[in-house]
Nanobody, 118 residues
Framework: QVQLVESGGGLVQPGGSLRLSCAAS????????VAWYRQTPGKQRELVAA????????NYADSVKGRFTISRVNAKNMAYLQMNSLKPEDTAAYYC???????????WGQGTQVTVSS
């Protein structure tokens, strides 16, 4: 099993930046792919970005390409989401997800709130 704890959310003005962190413990973190999702009330959870177990490949939602960067440091059991040029529509609860593709292993953090408002 993997336990995930997100941090770094908060209130930021449009155009600002935040870095979300995801601290992992438990099983071998470096085996897992990591993704960040976000969700607003009444809507389905949306995939924001994902990174492979080695960190060598990333994928982004079109809405965040060029503004967000996902990364990980396996030696520290950490994953990050750097968010720049934030927009009000980025306001959501952000969740860290660790998974093994095709293996049915899927773990979630408790979420961290990001609010973009002037």
């Amino acid at each position: 099993q993997v336990q995930l704890v997100e941090s770094g959310g908060g209130l930021v003005q449009p155009g600002g930046s935040l870095r979300l962190s995801c601290a992992a413990s438990g099983s071998i973190f470096s085996n897992y792919f990591v993704a960040w999702y976000r969700q607003t009330p009444g809507k389905q959870r949306e995939l924001v970005a994902a990174v492979t177990s080695s960190g060598g490949s990333t994928n982004y939602a079109d809405s965040v390409k060029g503004r967000f960067t996902i990364s990980r440091v396996n030696a520290k059991n950490m994953a990050y989401l750097q968010m720049n040029s934030l927009k009000p529509e980025d306001t959501a609860a952000y969740y860290c997800n660790a998974f093994l593709p095709g293996m049915g292993s899927d773990y979630w953090g408790q979420g961290t709130q990001v609010t973009v408002s002037s």
